[in-house]
């Protein structure tokens, strides 16, 4: 009995460590990234790209990290050197899934860190980019969460810089919770976050447009 | 049982005995090792980071034949395919990436305006809200340091050079007629408008083999791809109306721009020092088409056509009532271009660009028309063999065909003359190292006018002496041939000719650009006669030579101050020349010793304005006393003007924009005229020429309707 009992358990945990190299890989990368083990989880992610040729995920997160770190840099040359290098992953990723509104997005993303870095510079250009890519991606998915949520970010910026009121964008950060909540989450490691942000600015417009 | 212990065994067993292991060090040019460099096996999920020492180490199923590929930033990427049980105890070594921004670059006599350039001198949005500048980007290159202030002609004068030593390409196309015409002693404006371009580099020497007929400077204009949306602009200003509209399709865009511009309601409440019988009135159309072809290939067509009148009289010491000058002028401008991307690192562009340009002048009781009929051809074809090694080579063809009717109550005379030149062009860029890199060139230029073949070699060098400095140098020699002005009259001529030597160091640090420039530029056979004007009867040759030499200097720092930006420019110009009718070596008088400017612009959040000041000031010009004798010898008062300018963002989509300039209204002096004849003291007179105006205002309002509600006109002003 006991050795039956050694032998299942054994068997047990090898079906359990019996994860497929991409699981073991991209659960591995998403550790050091939270770790903000940053340079690591790009290269994993990376690596995990040249073996999962048909897949975009990979790809995007090392673009994503790239981008999400580089907002802060004092230094162009590094900044250009890291979005340069994300443009190259979100290129990657799009190639295998085109007119991916993820993706799409993510681009948008990329430029807002050049704008954040000198909107003198980069403004003029990028912006108009960015209202570009936002409605292309809304057109393409009208009921996905994160590219109403990053369109509804991107105009209250403008709203904000101008006086004018948000409370019309703060319709549509409720209606993007809604779509948040009702998404059905299946594939994975899908990028489905955002619901977190989504409910922060959603406390911002209570608190902001509240009559006291 | 034990046939499923013996078979979980062999599993796990299978699983160990063909492991590999990959293991060696990466290191840099230098040797040093590169920590944190990521290394793996392509398609596999095998792989590390480098350690400290750059060492690295790890195992792998794969067997056969792997590639091996390691990335570092900042490094090319390094890739090696040898079997798996090769891959161990290698030394590789990565090459610094040289297409990053804090790589070198050959920029010696060059600056860069637009968001693609490495080092930008002048952003997208100085081009157009610099004060003083008034929306034109010619303008706003005047405050950066080589160029001459001469406010009474509004063109680019540099180093020394007169302005039609300077050429201006759009898409590397050449402009044949870029300002538009006024009258004596009113400056000039571009035609172009700031707002159809992304980027601009403006070099002021030693610049590229692909670029000819140029003595000074060349302005290189890029227009946009692609418009980022469909928009209908309305401008209602002080001086005109502006209506403008872009569409959109899948592949292609069209923009439309009109504007009509009058002065008379401006004269009416401001009258200047002149009588207009006509103010200046304008109407102008440009169209930009753009196609995109299914890879990369682009169509761009633009086609521009203007209309300007004008009449008045203006005073003169020897005429009592004046002289009258009007001018009917009608522009055509057609410049196309196409690029593409081929097969094996090749690229092509050409292009091909005309100009019908016509002239009615009225001069006193003189009937002048000036047509001339210009077109350019060019094909260009570049090779990437590596990110440090371009070739780049071309051929082009010029053709100029000018006539001029001169008409009075006892003369009558017609002149003509074909300009066409050949030429072709090689230029290789080579970067030995991020720190060192060279662009050697070669350009042959053969002119059927003047029957004669000339070669001009180009280098440069860059060096990077620090983290954040660099030293260039560049040599050049440049040829062109005589202006029209000349070749009406005669055309037994050889090209006039300089040579630029330039030494530039560039300190950048951080949003903060220290730039200084020396240069020595030698001029040789320049154009001279023998009567006071150039004139039909005048005797030619090419006898006469000069230089210029000076320092430039250039600071700009967007970081010290919070929401503020400025920049400096200083130059120190020492040219002499002896050419045209000069008796002797002299200073031209439109060369001032030094010219310093300085620029300011604040963005007030609370306001939702940006407030800008621009100061100018240059030191007095030469000009002619002939009651002291001599030739150039005296010194007129300095230039000293204060700008301002006020945008203010009613809505994301209205904007109200007021510019001033010369704030203090400085009775600045553009010089003297003296008369022919002495007065009865045996003195001759003179009068002092006095700018037209000593302020001038402009409020315009600016709306965009779009879909976009964020979008406006801040661009175009």
Redesign the interface.
């Given at each position: 009995m006991k050795?039956v009992l050694l032998?299942a358990t054994?068997?047990f945990t090898?079906s359990l460590s019996a994860q497929t190299?991409y699981e073991?890989?991209m659960n591995e990368a998403f550790a050091l990234w939270e770790q903000q083990k940053n340079?690591?989880a790009v290269?994993l992610f990376?690596?995990?790209a040249?073996?999962e040729?048909d897949n975009w995920l990979p790809p995007y997160y090392a673009g994503l990290i790239e981008i999400v770190s580089s907002f802060g840099l004092?230094?162009?040359?590094?900044l250009?050197?890291?979005l340069t290098?994300a443009k190259e992953f979100l290129d990657n990723a799009s190639e295998i899934s085109e007119n991916n509104p993820e993706i799409m997005i993510t681009y948008a993303l990329l430029n807002t860190a050049y704008i954040a870095f000198?909107g003198?510079?980069?403004g003029?250009?990028?912006?108009?980019?960015n209202?570009?890519i936002y409605?292309k991606a809304l057109a393409i998915a009208p009921s996905n969460p994160r590219v109403l949520l990053g369109k509804t970010e991107w105009?209250m910026g403008?709203a904000k810089?101008?006086?004018?009121s948000i409370a019309p964008y703060c319709e549509d950060v409720e209606r993007a919770i809604v779509l948040f909540n009702e998404e059905e989450q299946t594939i994975p490691y899908y990028p489905y976050s955002g619901l977190e942000r989504a409910s922060e600015i959603s406390a911002n417009c209570k608190k902001e447009t509240s009559p006291n | 049982?034990k046939t499923?212990?013996f078979l979980?065994l062999t599993v796990l067993c299978s699983n160990a005995f063909s492991q590999s292991t990959i293991s060696g060090k990466i290191i840099d040019q230098q040797g040093l090792p590169i920590m944190?460099a990521?290394v793996?096996l392509?398609?596999?999920?095998?792989?590390t980071?480098t350690s400290e020492d750059g060492t690295f180490t790890f195992e792998t199923t794969a067997t056969g034949l792997q590639t091996l590929?390691a990335?570092s930033?900042?490094f090319e990427t390094y890739s090696k395919a040898d079997d798996v049980t090769k891959l161990n105890t290698i030394t590789i070594k990565l090459k610094d990436?040289v297409n990053?921004?804090?790589a070198v670059t050959v920029n010696a006599g060059t600056f860069n305006a637009g968001?693609n350039a490495k080092v930008?001198a002048l952003?997208?949005?100085d081009i157009v809200t610099t004060a003083g500048a008034l929306g034109d980007f010619v303008g706003a290159l005047q405050t950066l340091p080589g160029t001459s202030n001469v406010a009474e002609d509004g063109r680019l004068f540099v180093r020394g050079g007169g302005a039609e030593e300077t050429q201006i390409f759009v898409d590397g196309m050449r402009v044949f007629t870029p300002y538009s015409p006024s009258a004596n002693n009113i400056p000039t404006r571009g035609r172009l408008s700031p707002f159809l371009f992304?980027g601009i580099t403006f070099s002021t020497g030693g610049y590229s083999a692909e670029y000819g007929q140029a003595l000074s400077s060349v302005l290189l204009l890029n227009s946009i791809n692609e418009p980022?949306?469909e928009k209908t602009e309305i401008s209602i200003m002080t001086v005109g109306l502006g209506l403008g509209n872009t569409q959109k399709w899948k592949k292609s865009s069209l923009s439309l721009n009109t504007s009509y511009i009058n002065l008379t309601p401006y004269q009416k409440l401001y009258p200047d020092n002149n009588e207009w019988h006509k103010p200046v009135e304008s109407v102008g159309g440009e169209a930009v088409y753009r196609y995109k072809f299914n890879n990369d290939g682009l169509l761009k067509v633009y086609g521009a056509y203007s209309s300007v009148d004008f009449d008045l009289t203006q005073e003169d010491i020897n005429v009592a009532d004046g002289i009258r000058f009007g001018l009917k002028n009608r522009n055509l401008y057609i410049n196309s271009s196409y690029q593409d991307f081929l097969e094996k690192d090749w690229s092509i562009a050409t292009g091909i660009s005309f100009a019908n340009d016509r002239s009615e002048i009225k001069y006193n009781n003189s009937d002048i028309t000036d047509i001339e009929n210009s077109a350019h051809l060019k094909i260009a074809f570049k090779k990437f063999f590596s990110s440090r090694y371009k070739l780049n080579f071309g051929t082009e063809y010029f053709a100029t065909n000018f006539t001029e009717n001169f008409e009075d109550s006892n003369f009558e005379d017609d002149y003509e003359f074909d300009n066409n030149i050949f030429s072709s062009f090689v230029e290789t860029d080579i970067f030995f190292s991020k720190k060192l890199a060279t662009k050697i060139g070669l350009r042959g230029e053969y002119s059927e006018l003047l029957q004669e073949f000339n070669l001009s070699p180009r280098l440069s060098l860059a060096y990077k002496s620090g983290a954040n400095s660099q030293f260039s140098l560049a040599y050049g020699e440049f040829f062109q041939n005589p202006k029209n002005d000349y070749l009406k009259y005669n055309s037994d001529f050889t090209a006039e000719n300089t040579t630029h030597y330039i030494a530039n160091y560039q300190y950048v640090k951080?949003?903060q650009i220290f730039r200084a420039e020396a240069y020595y530029k030698e001029y040789g056979d320049l154009v001279k006669y023998d009567t006071p004007f150039a004139l039909p009867t005048s005797t030619y040759n090419n006898s006469g030579s000069g230089y210029a030499k000076g320092l430039d200097i250039f600071w700009r720092d967007?970081k010290s101050i919070k929401n503020t930006?400025y920049w400096m420019s200083y130059s120190y110009l020492d040219t002499e020349r002896d050419y045209q009718n000069y008796p002797t070596n002299a200073t031209p008088d439109f060369a001032s010793k030094h010219n310093a400017s300085l620029v300011v612009k604040r963005w007030i959040e609370d306001w939702?304005s940006q407030l800008g000041f621009s100061y100018n000031y240059s030191s007095g010009r030469k000009y002619t006393d002939p009651n002291l004798g001599g030739f150039l010898t005296e010194e007129a008062k300095s230039f000293n003007s204060l700008n301002a300018n006020y945008a203010y963002?009613i809505?994301?989509q209205k904007i109200l924009y007021v510019s001033v300039s010369n704030v203090l209204g400085t009775k600045n002096v553009n010089g003297y005229q003296y008369a022919n004849q002495t007065n009865t003291d045996g003195l001759f007179d003179r009068r002092t020429i006095t700018p037209a105006a000593d302020r001038f205002f402009f409020i315009g309002f600016f709306w965009t309707i779009s879909?976009?509600?964020?979008?406006n006109q801040?661009?175009n002003l």
């Open positions: 050795t032998i054994f068997i090898l190299p073991k890989g340079t690591e290269q990376e690596r995990i040249s073996a040729t004092k230094d162009e040359a590094l250009n050197t890291k290098r000198d003198a510079k980069y003029m250009t990028l912006s108009g980019e209202v570009a409605q105009d403008a810089f101008f006086g004018k | 049982m499923l212990l979980l944190g990521s793996y392509k398609g596999t999920y095998d792989g980071a590929i990335s930033i900042s990436d990053t921004l804090d968001d930008t952003k997208p949005l992304k980022q949306e951080n949003k967007n930006e939702k963002l809505s994301p879909d976009n509600k964020n979008d801040l661009d």
